[in-house]
């Protein structure tokens, strides 16, 4: 089955998997969305869902686990007298879409008494027949797993190899996500999406006291096949961080503790993106800053009465939502409601501009369409706003790099890589880990430190920002388990953005606050 882009996704030449294509895709929708007009629906979608994944653990050279796991089924859902109805299945035949179809209804029927507003879907331009794949070479799927374990062997030996390193632990996550979608209005999609996270992290030991320290690499997970992981895209270089690792790992081990207080800071971008998802990207999820999802760390101090007033950041500030993004995780060519993928602005010049958010909730923030942001993970799990691609956009006029953004501290920290974080449910106070901080003394790096943390609200960093490095710094990084709702779903997604400079951030000893 060929692959197509329009209206504007990104095609890699691969075909739709055959045992995808070849189930009864059509005549599972024919008969679902019929029987549902026939119950009454004045809306109906049908969305079937296959969900490949593998996941390897290798501990010091040896295989700990590998698990294969494949989820298929499908999913109706309606929209009866302005109520939602939903209703999935695992048996994949005609007779039994149009039962499940029946049930959504009868589902929305019944809840119909408690329903106090109205659901109305924005339009949605008609997609017939559309297909779209994501940007990959190699299908990790088609892969042995020896040979998988054979590299992540390889990995772990250089790293156990070296003086000081006690333990290696390799991990390697694949998954392969494909749906078709159909519904009332006539649109009829299907689309394959291939994503990966590889690993691996270093640790040493005192023996004598039996404390530990980490480090890990930072090669972030992406929309891309088999060949980011053995480096022959030329994505990332896993020869020279392997490499390095157990030489930042040792000066780890005898950096001296942070003195906290207000301090200036470059921050690399394998550590920000984290930053970013948290204090933009869940901040300005539509549903969160209207109250509706409050369940899961919900809600948001962005709310719709700020729009277009509210200062996120410094002028320099420009974010950006992408559901196109090349190479992103949540990157799709439609979502899952039929919502061909989009860019839009979030915060511009500083200022709240956008949000995310999918066909039920433009209405309510008066837009005419949805900017594509529907998803469920899983064919048993209704589509609900999930996060686009948010990212933070690079110096438009001068490409400055890293080096220039540090020789214009006199004192203060390179942060380096991601790790433990904490956020307040409104998005607004939090505090930042990472993987390593080095030392800026008049311009020039010197030195590792530890047990730094980075503390602000939302506005006050952003708003620190004094300048961001140009296109030669920015870089996606990203997340495979976004967590949301209830019942929880997990949702994949990157973020992009360059280095930057914040000015008079506070800096926390982590060790001190622990106690210790």
């Known amino acids: 089955m060929a692959t197509s882009t329009e209206p504007g996704g990104q095609s890699c030449g691969h075909d739709i998997d055959p045992e995808f294509a070849g189930l009864p895709l059509q005549s599972l929708a024919d008969a679902a969305l019929s029987a549902a007009r026939a119950a009454g629906a004045e809306h109906a979608d ?17 295989v700990e686990a590998l698990t294969d796991t494949v989820e298929l089924g499908f999913a109706v859902r309606v929209i009866v007298d302005g109520t939602w109805g939903f209703s999935s299945h695992a048996v994949l035949n005609p007779e039994t879409a149009a039962q499940v179809a029946r049930s959504a209804v009868a589902v929305a029927t019944s809840l119909r008494a408690l329903n106090r507003e109205r659901v109305a879907l924005a339009d949605e331009p008609r997609y017939g027949n559309a297909q779209w794949v994501s940007a990959y070479e190699i299908d990790p799927f088609t892969i042995p797993a020896t040979d998988k374990v054979a590299l992540l062997q390889d990995y772990s030996g250089r790293l156990s190899a070296a003086d000081g390193v006690d333990h290696v632990t390799a991990t390697l996550l694949q998954v392969k996500e494909q749906t078709y979608y159909a519904d009332t209005a006539g649109s009829a999609i299907i689309q394959q999406r291939v994503r990966l996270e590889p690993g691996l992290e270093a640790v040493t030991v005192d023996t004598a006291s039996g404390a530990f320290e980490t480090m890990r690499t930072l090669a972030p997970p992406v929309g891309r096949g088999w060949e980011y992981v053995t480096g022959a895209d030329g994505v990332w270089d896993w020869n020279t961080e392997l490499g390095r690792i157990p030489e930042w790992l040792a000066e780890k081990v005898k950096a001296p503790s942070v003195v906290p207080g207000p301090t200036d800071l470059v921050i690399d971008p394998t550590n920000l993106w984290l930053t970013i998802h948290e204090s933009i990207g869940h901040a300005t999820e539509y549903d969160r800053a209207i109250g509706y999802e409050s369940a899961y760390a919900g809600t948001s101090f962005a709310t719709p009465d ?11 500030m420009h974010v950006t939502a992408d559901r196109m993004q090349r190479h992103g995780l949540a990157s799709v060519g439609y979502d899952d409601e039929g919502v061909a993928g989009q860019r839009w602005d979030l915060v511009r010049d500083g200022v709240l501009v956008g949000y995310q958010l999918d066909r039920a909730f433009a209405p309510r923030l008066g837009l005419e369409r949805s900017n594509g942001c529907s998803y469920a993970d899983s064919p048993h799990h209704v589509p609900i706003q999930r996060m686009a691609n948010v990212s933070l956009q690079p110096d438009p006029e001068r490409d400055t790099s890293t080096r220039e953004l540090i020789s214009r501290v006199a004192d203060g920290i390179y942060i380096v890589g991601d ?35 980075y503390q602000a609200t939302t506005t006050d960093f952003w708003g620190s920002m004094e300048a961001v490095g140009g296109p030669s710094t920015w870089q996606l990084g990203g997340a495979f388990n976004c967590g949301k709702a209830q019942p929880g779903q997990v949702a994949a997604v990157s973020h992009g953005c360059p280095s930057v400079l914040v000015r008079g951030v506070n800096v926390l000893n982590t060790r001190t606050e622990a106690g210790q």
């Not at 700020?306 to 320099?316: A, E, V």
């Open 306 to 316: 700020l729009l277009g007033t509210l200062q996120y950041g410094t002028p320099i």
């Open 419 to 453: 790790k433990s974080w904490s956020i307040d449910m409104q998005r607004y106070n939090f505090q930042f880990t990472g993987q390593r901080f080095f030392r800026i003394r008049n311009g020039e790096l010197d030195g590792q430190l530890r047990d730094v943390a």
């Open 46 to 62: 049908l969305r079937v869902h296959r969900l490949c994944t593998q996941s390897i653990r290798l501990r010091d050279g040896r």
